[in-house]
């Protein structure tokens, strides 16, 4: 995800701390069919179930979104060792912050999460950052208060990067239940918000829609991010268009034929549902012109 996920660019950032919009810029134009290879089915209602996948080999923070992003779970044995080899302290964690820590501003910044990311083994666009920053309850992208890494080190009992990593698998199963992916969900909006914006930019939208479903993607998401694509005029998308996409894509289906168009959705699916229709009508030739061909 460009530089970094979940760290906030301060004024006094050097090069690293480019604007949201330019560190997307080189990956909100790929197409959606690099979309990483999702495991079978969608969404459900009761739960949410997550692909996993091997280790990233080489901890590059030049990988893409979306076909880059691998989510380890270890063994439970592996688990339960890391996880009770010694007892949380909270005493250690303010040392822990300044590990990482911005020389100016007593906050973890572009640089610091950076390392953060790279001690952790991953790249800062891996979906577990974006999980982390979820536990952290991170306000904006680029930045962890203090308060917000200490709350989210409190929440984990994790006072090392060793128990942070441990503590992965733990997360992932987490956001499985409906109930938490909804909150992870809704979480994601307001992450990916610049300071004092309350409209997502459309490039950024469609990068967190590809993040936040990664191994869970719903039959129709493709589709949505290309029709999103191929209508520049959509600049922004909106609280209430985020949440209400998840509900869209329960109740449509696949093929768009439950979609109530009386019903009180945005105007946008409306928009939508009408550019599949079009789509799909192109590719069908009309009985009665069918016959005349036949002739």
Not at 123 to 136: E, M, Y
Request: proline share 4%.
């Amino acid at each position: 995800m460009g530089k970094c996920l979940s760290c906030c660019p301060s004024n006094n950032q050097s090069a690293t701390s480019q604007t949201t919009e330019d560190k997307f810029t080189d990956i909100a134009h790929r197409s959606t069919t690099e979309v990483a290879e999702q495991q079978p089915g969608g969404m459900s209602s009761s739960h949410c179930d997550w692909g996993t996948g091997e280790p990233n080999a080489n901890n590059k923070t030049s990988l893409s979104i979306t076909d880059k992003l691998k989510i380890p779970i270890l063994s439970s044995m592996d688990n339960k060792r890391s996880s009770h080899s010694r007892e949380y302290s909270e005493g250690k964690v303010n040392a822990f912050f300044e590990q990482y820590k911005d020389r100016d501003e007593n906050a973890v910044l572009a640089e610091g999460i950076e390392r953060f990311c790279n001690d952790l083994g991953m790249p800062p666009d891996d979906f577990r950052i974006l999980l982390l920053a979820w536990k952290f309850n991170a306000k904006h992208m680029f930045c962890f208060t203090k308060e917000e890494f200490f709350h989210g080190c409190k929440a984990l009992k994790a006072d090392s990067i060793q128990d942070i990593q441990s503590r992965f698998p733990d997360m992932v199963v987490e956001v499985r239940c409906a109930e938490r992916f909804k909150d992870f969900y809704r979480f994601t909006f307001k992450f990916g918000l610049e300071p004092d914006q309350r409209v997502l930019m459309s490039e950024m939208a469609i990068q967190l829609w590809k993040l936040v479903f990664y191994g869970n993607e719903p039959p129709i998401l493709h589709r949505w991010l290309f029709f999103l694509e191929k209508h520049p005029s959509v600049r922004g998308i909106s609280r209430d268009t985020w949440n209400m996409f998840l509900n869209f894509c329960e109740s449509v289906g696949n093929d768009l034929s439950s979609y109530d168009d009386t019903a009180a959705w945005p105007s946008l699916f409306d928009d939508f549902v009408e550019y599949e229709n079009d789509q799909t009508n192109q590719n069908i030739v009309p009985s009665k012109e069918k016959g005349i061909l036949d002739t």
